[in-house]
């Protein structure tokens, strides 16, 4: 199956500074990416998708200015959040999908997770 | 948008048992895939679902597309088995292909 890396895997930090995370497609690559998010023992929700060379799509009640989304390759989707709060303490988790499989096909693979503590 | 459903929640059960773990959804879907996340977080592809049935080792899965719902069997289950299952499924409708989380079962198999 496709390898989706994320980095880093934990990071701690103090309030009001920017993080950055990494996410990167090994083995393929991805036109779009999926940035999701997961609170302690609760579901994944969606935050936004990443397409390679254009603005990213936001779902509602997402800040775009909290959560900058840049795709500046076909391998390399970043998520900046900015002037972090202990309210953005959270697992963060990218995915993205093989656009070289079928066209039907729309599995997706989840990099490892990022998580970020805010102090 | 599309809701997702995931019975039961929890599950309890001694090595060795088999389970079944439903997941239900309210619209038409074309992609249904099942996760286990460990305990570092990592989502682990079980299986990639939205029609039919498939089996890889101990587990198995089918989905009912016409009547929205995806089964997963886990037979003679191991310790290592512990973790919690989600099943996700994407919409015609959907943004690009995004997924839509369960809740998810939480299952712990007891030595």
């Known amino acids: 199956g496709a390898v989706v890396s994320q980095h880093p895997s934990r990071v701690i930090c103090k309030s009001g500074t920017s993080v950055k995370i990494e996410c990167r497609s090994l083995?393929?690559?991805?036109?779009?990416m999926f940035w999701y998010r997961q609170f302690p023992k609760k579901s994944l929700m969606l935050m936004a998708t990443?397409?390679?060379?254009?603005?990213?799509?936001?779902e509602q009640g997402v800040e775009k200015d909290k959560f900058l989304i840049n795709h500046a390759s076909l391998t390399l989707s970043t998520l900046t959040v900015t002037s972090a709060h202990p309210e953005d303490s959270s697992f963060y988790i990218c995915?993205?999908?093989?656009?070289?499989?079928?066209?039907?096909?729309?599995?997706?693979?989840f990099g490892p997770g990022t998580r970020l503590t805010v102090l | 948008g599309i809701q997702v459903e995931q019975s039961p929640p929890d599950l309890i059960l001694q090595e060795g048992a088999n389970s079944t773990l439903r997941c239900n959804f309210s619209d038409s879907v074309n992609n249904l895939q099942w996760f286990h996340q460990n305990p570092w977080g990592q989502l682990i592809n079980l299986f990639y679902i939205p029609s039919g049935t498939k089996q890889n080792g101990r587990l198995s899965a089918t989905t009912v597309a016409t009547e929205r719902y995806s089964l997963l069997y886990i037979s003679s289950s191991q310790t290592t088995d512990s973790g919690v299952y989600f099943c996700a499924v994407g919409g015609y409708g959907g943004s690009q292909g995004n997924l839509i989380f369960g809740k998810g079962t939480k299952l712990s198999v007891k030595p």
């Open positions: 990443s397409n390679e060379g254009s603005k990213a799509t936001y």
């Open positions: 083995d393929f690559q991805a036109t779009t």
């Open positions: 995915s993205a999908r093989d656009p070289a499989t079928l066209v039907w096909v729309h599995e997706q693979f």
